[in-house]
């Protein structure tokens, strides 16, 4: 019997061992583990769903595979994962960054288990094959990766990959401060282009700035080019001679040519749409700053609608007649709900910040 005792308490034990520590701070951070916030200090302990979350300081993170996580002012990280052999140097490792400025750089388990390491943000998930790089998220969930050089304490430097992958595509980067974007999974990340900045400014620059440095990247790998100044209807063919050239294209345009539909222009109408976008939640926000304000933790008399926060989660419940809602969602994600009940019926209920939407319709 003793068997097969042991194996289950070793599991056990596992479960809840350290898997690194906080090896620096400056400023202000903490540990969420379950309903527990640990003050962030030098030389606290780091467990498996750890959410690790920073206010106006710097943490840098150890694992025991030698991986280094730095996470800066503001952010946000969940570790969901980390197995390691240090017989083998063999693992797995899958973190989560939800908001602000991460950066990794690989240990062991990166160099002998590549195919295990996934880093994730909301917009596109991170394969890592052995190397640095730095992610940034902001507030709706957009992320800009940009890969770095690892070099150590000798001034050796070299130059590892990464995958940018969604659900409609990947890029992969293989040179020092390549960098890509992504507003979110349902697109193809944009084309690497290389950013030659500092990473201390290009963390503040990315925080406080209207145009970020890939896009000002990319414009002076590939001009910009105003609509305005096409002339959709321009004819040279009378300066060339038929009957050398043929007939076939005497009578082309670029409404013909469709050269007006390149990636240029599409890049153009998507940044003018991204713009739109921005303007309709930004009033949308605005419209409803009053309401979120007025939100009650308990039992609101007028909606009938029971709301909490309850560490690591955020409670949502309503009953009406026989119908009954009942809702424990994840302070590490944002939801939008829609409840109809019977001739009860409220919209746009926002608990956390993020793009998940959840509707309920119960009626007789």
């Not at 030098?42 to 943490?59: K, N, P, R, S, Y």
């Not at 969940?78 to 899958?94: C, H, M, Q, R, W």
């Not at 908001?99 to 943000?121: D, F, H």
């Not at 309401?291 to 560490?311: A, N, Q, R, S």
Request: charged share 20%.
């Amino acid at each position: 019997m003793l068997r097969y005792i042991i194996p289950l308490l070793l599991i056990a034990n596992t479960a809840h061992a350290n898997i690194g520590e906080i090896a620096t701070i400056d400023g202000s951070g903490i540990v969420k583990r379950e309903s527990t916030e640990i003050l962030g200090e030098q030389g606290v302990g780091l467990e498996m769903q750890d959410t690790i979350a920073t206010a106006d300081g710097h943490m840098q993170l150890e694992f025991e595979d030698d991986t280094r996580v730095d996470v800066t002012e503001h952010s946000r990280m969940v570790i969901d994962e980390f197995v390691y052999d240090p017989n083998s140097k063999t693992g797995a490792l899958s973190m989560r960054a939800t908001l602000g400025a991460v950066r990794y750089a690989s240990g062991a388990i990166a160099k002998n288990s590549r195919q295990n390491v996934n880093i994730e943000t909301p917009s596109a998930t991170i394969g890592v094959r052995g190397t640095d790089f730095m992610m940034i998220v902001d507030e709706i969930g957009g992320s800009m990766v940009t890969l770095l050089p690892s070099c150590n304490t000798a001034g050796m430097c070299v130059v590892g990959e990464i995958t940018v992958e969604t659900d409609e595509g990947m890029v992969i980067m293989n040179q020092a401060f390549q960098t890509t974007v992504v507003a979110h999974n349902g697109m193809i990340p944009k084309p690497p282009v290389i950013l030659e900045l500092p990473e201390d400014m290009l963390r503040s620059m990315l925080i406080v700035r209207r145009v970020d440095p890939y896009d000002e990247a990319a414009e002076d790998a590939q001009p910009a080019v105003d609509l305005l100044d096409i002339d959709f209807l321009a004819f040279d063919e009378l300066d060339k001679d038929p009957l050398v050239e043929g007939i076939k294209s005497l009578w082309v345009t670029d409404l013909d040519t469709n050269t007006y539909l390149n990636e240029v222009f599409v890049d153009q109408l998507t940044a003018v749409m991204k713009e739109v976008m921005q303007e309709l939640l930004s009033e949308l926000d605005t419209q409803n700053t009053a309401f979120f304000e007025e939100k009650f933790l308990g039992l609101d008399p007028e909606t009938g609608i029971f709301y909490d926060e309850v560490p690591p989660n955020n409670i949502f419940r309503r009953s009406e007649n026989s119908h009954m809602i009942d809702l424990t969602l994840s302070q590490s994600y944002g939801y939008t709900l829609g409840v109809v009940q019977n001739g009860f019926s409220i919209h746009g209920y926002r608990i956390g910040v993020g793009n998940n939407t959840i509707n309920i319709n119960q009626q007789e």
